[in-house]
């Protein structure tokens, strides 16, 4: 998994210095090449925002070079080094990605022993993510630091317009995250980030590049097939110029579509799905700025079975299409003691779901169009104190629909049918934000504030204080103490939503927390080790409940508890093996990690709860890296887990949520390094399981398939 690019020349590149403790990070956000970097150093010079394994070289191998990448740590709004870190953040590396049997996000997510990932499709063909026994909605999901969440709902947030293959990491932040990336992250955020950049081989060019040759160009395909009808096509294309600066371009795209694992009782496909996505990003790197652009579509239509199915309305064959486009533009200035780091967004999200397949006369189809635009602006200043950042942002969310808001004043048509949306509902949500970090050799002190107004419901200024504070105590050693809170408004499902079964209340309060985490992480060439404590308070939780006591006559109704505390810890070790044994070369890393969790709810009879109140009370996983022969390698991930809750079954009785273990493998074969093949496959053991009530999960399948550069 982690292999040294070697070099034929050494290379020392520093073009930033500053007398201050971070300041070799300080120049990190632009090209620096490092050769014959000892371990030790490149063990100190590790940053939290990106794995640890994958900068980790064999000490006993020269003339390397090390390509050192973003080292902003999402824990705070000042990017801050892993030595100044304050918060501990969770990443999964390009390496993990491309080791993973998965066939995207959603399905990676699941190896994050603190994400909760709930399925109700195969192949990522709708995914719910939360993390500490929170709902989908409580998780701030972001595309290179924008925030993507659709205010209409949170179920098809998970449709991203990027392939997995174009992914530099996933970084995930579990608690309150209001002070990093604003109010919605009620319960964490996951930043999902990609940059227009050549591959570790084409960086070797570039430095050539400045010797004459200026431009770098590569192309990736990939095809894939498997189980169920299982097929897709992608492509990535890169395109990257270099002189005094670096103009890059990147372009992606992909089809994929499957049959499904199912049928509905009357024969028909109920859980196929087809789609095809587009991406497009560039960055623009000089001495004096920095800017960075994407564009992305996705488009994607799936069978949902009994996905929103109630003992009241048991449909078996409801269909949804979803179409999201995605756009941003970002920059920063790197000279100057004030950094300024601008940036403007637009999101568009457009749904069509169908309670009967194709049959507009037996059910209406609902109609949605969400648009949200949004301007930020994040600073941070460094001085004789420390670092200080301050920014706003403001963001406006605007929903058209068929059924979801107030009645219109005027209808807007829906176009390609003969109907209109006649209700809607908008709101503009303003915050800023002030945070400073003390930074000192062993000791870091990160302490800000967030203010939060919206126009829903008149709302006034609220403040979300937050603190996190580090030490190290030597020896790869260093504890973690942090308070923290946040808020979440409802969304517009949560307030408007009145179909078959379901009945919101519009009327609903935002949701709050407050958090307080410990916890000590041990760091060293041989062996990685945390562990972390939290106790979460909310107020005003939202959750869809159901009084089982009525029968097929019961409802599915949102509504804001007064209060849940939870308590839990996580923890995990990583083995590797290749540095503890060198001797031998067949296990390559071992990882085991284990999440406990408790809520002390109240419990009321008859009542059961659709997301808030079912919680991962236990999650283990395992992972292992394995290097079969000098090309061929096996990796094989194990979880476990025991979900608190139940639910309804259609026959009206109730039924408690099993715990399920799942194994998965992948076997990659590197024929060269323009050609590659891999076979992976899911539920080995053929594990019969639900994430959610009614709603099976496929069991074993298989998916083989091969990638080519150019």
């Given at each position: 998994m982690y292999k040294p690019v070697f070099m034929k020349r050494e290379v020392l590149v520093f073009r930033q210095f500053k007398r201050k403790g971070y300041s070799l990070f300080a120049c990190l956000g632009r090209e620096v090449i490092i050769s014959v970097l000892s371990v030790a150093t490149l063990s100190s010079a590790k940053a939290d925002s990106i794995s640890d394994e994958v900068w980790r070289v064999d000490s006993a191998r020269v003339q390397r070079e090390v390509w050192l990448d973003d080292v902003g740590v999402t824990g705070s709004r000042a990017p801050l080094a892993q030595s100044q870190a304050a918060r501990m953040v969770t990443v999964l590396s390009r390496e993990d990605i491309q080791a993973a049997p998965v066939q995207s996000v959603n399905d990676l997510l699941k190896l994050a022993v603190g994400i909760d990932v709930r399925q109700r499709g195969a192949i990522g063909a709708q995914t719910d993510i939360s993390v500490r026994g929170g709902t989908q909605e409580q998780v701030a999901i972001l595309l290179n630091g924008i925030n993507i969440c659709d205010p209409q709902t949170a179920h098809n947030v998970m449709e991203l317009p990027v392939e997995l293959s174009e992914i530099v990491r996933i970084e995930v932040l579990e608690g309150p995250a209001s002070r990093a990336y604003g109010t919605s992250s009620l319960l964490g955020a996951i930043n999902i980030v990609t940059r227009a950049q050549p591959r570790t081989d084409e960086k070797r060019q570039l430095v050539d590049a400045q010797q004459g040759r200026a431009l770098v160009a590569s192309a990736d395909v990939g095809l894939e097939g498997g189980s169920f009808g299982y097929g897709k096509a992608s492509f990535v294309a890169n395109v990257t110029s270099s002189s005094a600066s670096v103009f890059s371009h990147q372009l992606s795209g992909s089809y994929k579509r499957s049959d499904g694992f199912s049928r509905s009782q009357a024969g028909g496909l109920n859980t196929d799905f087809s789609g095809s996505k587009a991406f497009y990003q560039g960055l623009f790197d000089s001495d004096a700025v920095s800017c960075s652009w994407y564009a992305g579509i996705a488009d994607k239509g799936w069978g949902s079975s009994t996905f929103y199915a109630s003992p009241k309305w048991?449909?078996?064959?409801?269909?949804?299409?979803?179409?999201?486009?995605?756009?941003?533009?970002?920059?920063?200035?790197?000279?100057?003691?004030?950094?300024?780091?601008?940036?403007?967004?637009?999101?568009?999200?457009?749904?069509?779901?169908?309670?009967?397949?194709?049959?507009?006369?037996?059910?209406?189809?609902?109609?949605?169009?969400?648009?949200?635009?949004?301007?930020?602006?994040?600073?941070?200043?460094?001085?004789?104190?420390?670092?200080?950042?301050?920014?706003?942002e403001m963001r406006?969310?605007?929903?058209?629909?068929?059924?979801?808001?107030?009645?219109?004043?005027?209808?807007?048509?829906?176009?390609?049918?003969?109907?209109?949306?006649?209700?809607?509902?908008?709101?503009?949500?303003?915050?800023?934000?002030?945070?400073?970090?003390?930074?000192?050799?062993?000791?870091?002190?990160?302490?800000?504030?967030?203010?939060?107004?919206?126009?829903?419901?008149?709302?006034?200024?609220?403040?979300?204080?937050?603190?996190?504070?580090?030490?190290?105590?030597?020896?790869?050693?260093?504890?973690?103490?942090?308070?923290?809170?946040?808020?979440?408004?409802?969304?517009?499902?949560?307030?408007?939503?009145?179909?078959?079964?379901?009945?919101?209340?519009?009327?609903?309060?935002?949701?709050?927390?407050?958090?307080?985490?410990?916890?000590?992480?041990?760091?060293?060439?041989?062996?990685?080790?945390?562990?972390?404590?939290?106790?979460?308070?909310?107020?005003?939780?939202?959750?869809?409940?159901?009084?089982?006591?009525?029968?097929?006559?019961a409802e599915w109704k949102s509504v804001n508890f007064t209060r849940i505390n939870s308590y839990g810890f996580e923890a995990s070790v990583l083995l590797n093996a290749a540095k503890a044994f060198p001797s031998q070369r067949f296990l390559r890393s071992f990882k085991v990690a284990y999440n406990f969790m408790e809520q002390d709810k109240k419990e009321y009879e008859n009542i059961v709860s659709q997301y808030a109140l079912e919680y991962l009370k236990h999650k283990f996983t395992a992972q292992c890296d394995l290097n079969l022969s000098k090309k061929l390698d096996m990796n094989i991930y194990y979880r476990w887990q025991n979900r608190v809750g139940g639910y309804t079954t259609f026959d009206g009785s109730y039924e408690s949520y099993k715990p399920y273990g799942i194994v998965d493998a992948r076997l990659s074969w590197a024929q060269s390094s323009h050609c590659s093949f891999y076979a992976e496959a899911n539920n080995l053991l053929n594990t019969s399981y639900v994430d959610y009530g009614n709603v099976p999960q496929p069991g074993i399948s298989a998916v083989v398939g091969m990638r080519f550069k150019m």
């Open positions: 048991q449909a078996d064959d409801q269909y949804e299409h979803v179409t999201k486009v995605m756009a941003s533009v970002q920059g920063e200035n790197k000279r100057g003691a004030l950094h300024l780091r601008p940036a403007l967004y637009w999101n568009l999200h457009k749904d069509r779901y169908e309670g009967y397949r194709d049959k507009p006369e037996k059910m209406k189809f609902n109609y949605n169009l969400c648009n949200v635009y949004g301007a930020s602006l994040n600073s941070y200043l460094d001085w004789t104190l420390g670092r200080t950042a301050f920014g706003g406006r969310e605007e929903l058209l629909s068929g059924n979801l808001g107030e009645p219109l004043a005027h209808n807007h048509h829906i176009g390609g049918t003969d109907r209109d949306y006649t209700r809607g509902i908008g709101r503009t949500n303003t915050s800023l934000h002030l945070e400073h970090n003390i930074l000192l050799k062993r000791l870091v002190v990160s302490a800000g504030v967030v203010a939060s107004k919206s126009t829903q419901s008149d709302m006034s200024w609220r403040f979300y204080p937050g603190i996190d504070v580090s030490y190290k105590l030597g020896n790869g050693v260093k504890i973690f103490a942090g308070y923290n809170s946040s808020m979440r408004l409802p969304s517009f499902t949560e307030m408007y939503y009145k179909l078959q079964g379901y009945a919101a209340d519009p009327h609903l309060k935002p949701e709050e927390m407050k958090a307080l985490d410990l916890g000590v992480k041990y760091d060293s060439e041989m062996l990685e080790s945390k562990v972390s404590f939290y106790h979460h308070q909310g107020s005003h939780l939202i959750d869809w409940i159901m009084d089982i006591s009525k029968g097929k006559q």
